[in-house]
Antibody
Framework: QITLRESGPTLVTPTQTLTLTCTFS??????????VGWIRQPPGKAPEWLAL???????RYNPSLRTRLSITKDTSKNQVVLTMTNMDPVDTGTYYC??????????????WGQGTLVTVSS | IVMTQSPATLSVSPGESATLSCRASYSISSNLAWYQQKPGQAPRLLIYGASTRATGVPARFSGSGYATEFTLTISRLQSEDFAVYYCQQHNDWPPRTFGQGTKVEIK
């Protein structure tokens, strides 16, 4: 059974760096077939994928946010960490981590964490 | 790519069927997924590859389409089906992959 859980601050001030941790179980991020992604969703809007990391350490970033994002993994702890720099109030929303369907090319996520609401405000 | 869903809101009575549409601005072959999202919950994968139901998804959910035109049909709507539905292309990795959503509400 695959499960994922996000953790991190609920409130960040503008210009700060956000660091979120995804702790997962039910699979291992040690092979290139497995991957974990981050998706965010502003209140009342559609989700938006942010970044993805494969077990072989290959990474993908949303082109519109690439300069602000970094994704890393700790295979021994079954964790994936996302950092986003220069936070702005428009970055407010629920941040999810999710397991990507193996053996598919595009962003297809079959198991999601419960999400963590991040508010950017001074 | 732009994913356009219609209608924005669909009012349906329990027991009736609902048909949701999704259009891609260029061909994505059959690489289209549908997600269901209820208030306060994460999206749930329903359909991928345009027509393949994810594990545990009831047979009353069916998907069809190819290239740029796709449809999600929900037969015999039950109370737990009232939610927001998003289509998402899983063909490549552009900045935006999700449609804006269709809310299915009780008539």
């Amino acid at each position: 059974q695959i499960t994922l859980r996000e953790s991190g601050p609920t409130l960040v001030t503008p210009t700060q760096t956000l660091t979120l941790t995804c702790t997962f179980s039910g699979f291992s991020l040690s092979t290139g077939e497995e991957s974990v992604g981050w998706i965010r969703q502003p209140p009342g809007k559609a989700p938006e994928w942010l970044a993805l990391i494969y077990g072989d350490d290959d990474k993908r970033y949303n082109p519109s946010l690439r300069t602000r994002l970094s994704i890393t993994k700790d295979t021994s702890k079954n964790q994936v960490v996302l950092t986003m720099t220069n936070m702005d109030p428009v970055d407010t929303g629920t941040y999810y981590c999710a397991h990507k369907v193996a053996a598919t090319y595009g962003p297809l996520f079959d198991h999601w964490g419960q999400g963590t609401l991040v508010t950017v405000s001074s | 790519i732009v994913m356009t869903q219609s209608p924005a809101t669909l009012s349906v009575s329990p027991g009736e069927s609902a048909t949701l549409s999704c259009r891609a601005s260029y061909s994505i072959s059959s690489n289209l997924a549908w997600y269901q999202q209820k208030p306060g919950q994460a999206p749930r994968l329903l359909i991928y590859g345009a027509s393949t139901r994810a594990t545990g998804v009831p047979a009353r959910f069916s998907g069809s389409g190819y290239a740029t035109e796709f449809t999600l049909t929900i037969s015999r709507l039950q109370s737990e089906d009232f939610a927001v539905y998003y289509c998402q292309q899983h063909n490549d990795w552009p900045p935006r992959t999700f449609g804006q959503g269709t809310k299915v509400e009780i008539k």
